[in-house]
């Protein structure tokens, strides 16, 4: 369901306004890609808010290891991985652009109930035919 006035999930928190359907509801509908990759990396954590799996799976790299190449069961393990969080906030720690590789470094907050589990990490993006894609965590 779409409410025109909605606060994007990215922004949650946040107060500065940003609406869903100006923000990541722009790239989770098809209606342009994601500009680079903090976009990106904010719509994937929205897209788990809005319980989006095909977006996740289609905003990853093939050489990730959180990329499978069973299509079903790819779509399945981001399915249960959005079943069983609740986003409650998004905090961007430190973002380092580039022009084909790209790192942001987060911390995404969710919710168990009434207990707050923050998510810290810093993770690779890699530009791909004109769109960013995330790889996966730096250790
Ligand atoms: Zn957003």
Redesign the pocket.
Known sequence: VLIDNEV????EGQNTG?L?MA??GLYHHGKQHAPDALALM??RY?AIAKNLPDYLVQTIHRSSRHYDANPKRHRASWQQFCDQHTCAGLSIVRYQPGEAEAFVHFIATFKNGSTLIPHEEHSRFIKLNHRWLYHEAVV
């Open positions: 994007c999930p990215c922004d940003h869903y923000c990541c904010r719509s929205s």
